[in-house]
Nanobody, 121 residues
Framework: QVQLVESGGGLVQPGGSLRLSCAAS????????MGWYRQAPGKQREKVAG???????NYADSVKGRFTISRDNAKKTVYLQMKSLKPEGTSVYYC???????????????WGQGTLVTVSS
């Protein structure tokens, strides 16, 4: 069984910063790409940032220059450093990872339960 657990969400003022963490646990053999998504009320889930197993990153245009994704492979953890947060960033943020688990071996597109980020004064 594989679990992703996010932490670090909360209430922050516009212009503030927040750091999200997502730790993977369970019978994990390896983790490939990891990423962060968000879903605002009444909107579709959107990808915010992604990072490959080798460390290559990509970002949504709306967060480029303000958000930084990173990972610690030894800790099976991915981070999202968010700066200059805007009210439109209020969403539930979800962690995602492509996981090889086992034995017996298998592939899982794993998701965390989400952590709420509220940007408001």
């Amino acid at each position: 069984q594989v679990q992703l657990v996010e932490s670090g969400g909360g209430l922050v003022q516009p212009g503030g910063s927040l750091r999200l963490s997502c730790a993977a646990s369970g019978s994990i053999i390896s983790i490939y790409a990891m990423g962060w998504y968000r879903q605002a009320p009444g909107k579709q889930r959107e990808k915010v940032a992604g990072i490959s197993s080798g460390g290559s990153t990509n970002y949504a245009d709306s967060v480029k220059g303000r958000f930084t994704i990173s990972r610690d492979n030894a800790k099976k953890t991915v981070y999202l450093q968010m700066k200059s947060l805007k009210p439109e960033g209020t969403s539930v943020y979800y962690c995602n990872a492509d996981v090889i688990y086992g034995p017996p071996s298998g592939f899982l597109d794993a998701w965390g339960q989400g952590t709420l980020v509220t940007v408001s004064s």
